[in-house]
């Protein structure tokens, strides 16, 4: 009720009209200026804080100083200037702390940098309370001040806290109006606290005549400018964002290879070719985790080359070549990934090495494999131990070249090369030295061991042939 009163019998309602339009402004600008602050780079940081301190302060304390011109305790008031002017430097390094604290990437942070809001807020009003030069003694109510400070830092960090949400214009308009209740519960509590008694009778003094009309109008023409000035700066820096995330779109639809674009690990944004390559839309993966994407996501170093697996739903992952880079201008948490799918480049790759050590024509390996094979045996063998080694050629093949053509002799080789491969042991191994010669090694045996060996393969070869 005594709240109630103040605000209805002891201000000028218009007064309180402007500081209140004031409050509004201010507080939307902070909640804007405090989500930029948090999602800028270390350099751009500094600028954004010193921008948000000034303009959140000086709107805090402009709008306590309009409220206090509002305010006719019915004796003539005037202002200490040393404390009014303390009173508006705790408002802008209160701001400037619970900025900055806002501002770390932690789930307390936002809370705290609302408490040390309220704080700043409840110290920059009483400050200027500390400020009103009067004839008259003034009383307080400890009740009234209690709850003051309390509301101010309780509702501080809860304005705060919507304040870190996800950026929509609903989320916005509510932390906004927590900004606003916390300063107006704090200024009208505390204003209620006090009882004023003077020491003489006044007919005509009050502190909302002309002159302090003038100054509250001044103030108000003073703190609208600031928050103009920051207002300005903000759009400009939010149209050069959207004019860069345009060209990012463009760049990003544009390219053949898979990019996205993660915010907090979580995809704000992904080009076609990548939701193609991962089997949807485009909208399928907004707002997924990357992890839902790339397992190992969060583990890649920006710069550096990641051989990596691209996740699908009920299909086999994709090989992809990763490469991350930090968004130019954004937050730290804002990262570019491209994707190569490189299926193509290891399915040639693993061809290039298979005709590198194995025949083109048989698919046996070739002399390069057979010489490896053989290094590697030989320095297995443990003593006691032998191999024997097989030289195999096909008697009379000029004869079915000149009498066929060599796509027939082809043939041949081929069908040898198969009889041979199934008619290996685990211990045995075949390569094509080239033409029609052949070689086998098998490891473990003994003289008759190598002779059944010999003899099991030639009876594999001598299997007749039809060639058209």
């Known amino acids: 009720m005594r709240i109630y009163t103040c605000l209805t019998e002891d201000h000028n309602l218009w007064l309180v009209l402007l500081a209140a339009a004031i409050c509004v402004v201010g507080a939307w600008t902070t909640v804007r200026l405090s989500n930029r602050i948090r999602q800028r780079s270390r350099g751009q940081k500094l600028a954004w804080l010193f921008l ?3 303009a959140s302060g000086a709107t805090i304390w402009c709008t306590h100083f ?4 509002a305010y006719q305790p019915g004796v003539p008031v005037a202002y200490e200037p040393i404390m009014t002017g303390v009173s508006l430097a705790i408002a802008v390094l209160g701001c400037t702390v619970a900025l900055a604290v806002g501002a770390v990437r932690h789930r307390l942070a936002p809370p705290i940098a609302g408490a040390l809001f309220g704080a700043a807020v409840t110290a920059m009003h009483y400050a200027g309370m500390s400020a009103f030069a009067m004839d008259a003694q003034v009383l307080w109510s400890t009740a009234y001040l209690v709850t003051s400070i309390v509301a101010a830092i309780t509702i501080g960090a809860i304005a705060w806290s919507l304040a870190a949400r996800q950026e929509t214009l609903k989320n916005h308009a ?12 704090l200024h009208f509590t505390g204003m209620a606290a006090m009882t004023i008694l003077p020491f003489s009778p006044a007919d005509s003094a009050t502190t909302a005549d002309d002159v302090s009309r003038l100054m509250a109008l001044g103030v108000a ?11 300005a700066t903000h759009v400009i820096d939010t149209q050069m964002a959207l004019q860069n995330r345009s060209r990012l779109n463009d760049l990003m639809e544009g390219s053949v290879d898979g990019m996205v674009v993660v915010r907090d690990g979580q995809i704000i944004n992904i080009n076609t070719a990548l939701a193609e390559m991962w089997g949807g839309s485009v909208s399928d993966l907004m707002g997924r985790s990357i992890t839902s994407l790339i397992d190992e996501a969060h583990a890649i170093e920006p710069g550096i080359l990641t051989q990596g697996l691209l996740t699908r739903p009920d299909q086999e992952p994709i090989p992809v070549e990763i490469a991350v880079r930090q968004e130019s201008g954004e937050t730290e948490q804002s990262l570019i990934f491209a994707v190569r799918d490189v299926r193509a480049r290891l399915a040639q790759e693993r061809r290039i090495s298979h005709l590198a050590r194995n025949d083109g024509l048989t698919g046996l390996p070739n002399r390069t494999s057979f010489l490896e094979k053989l290094e590697r045996s030989v320095e297995a063998l443990k003593p006691g131990e032998s191999l024997a080694l097989l030289a195999i050629d096909l008697n009379r093949f000029k004869e079915v070249n000149d009498l066929y053509g060599h796509a027939a002799g082809d043939h041949l080789l081929t069908h040898v090369a198969n009889q ?8 045995e191994f075949v390569a094509r030295q080239g033409g029609d010669e052949f070689v086998v090694l098998a490891m473990g045996v003994d003289r008759e061991g190598a002779m059944a060996a010999a003899e099991r393969l030639r009876d594999a070869i001598m299997v007749p042939i039809e060639i058209e």
């Not at 309009?66 to 011109?69: D, F, L, R, T, Y």
Request: charged share 10%; proline share 0%; aromatic share 6%.
């Open 420 to 427: 041979m491969r199934s008619a290996l042991r685990d211990n």
């Open 66 to 69: 309009v409220a206090m011109m």
């Open 174 to 185: 509510i932390a906004s109006a927590a900004f606003v209740l916390c300063i107006v519960s």
């Open 52 to 54: 948000g301190a000034v």
């Open 221 to 231: 023409g003073v703190a609208f400018l600031v928050l103009g000035i920051s207002v």
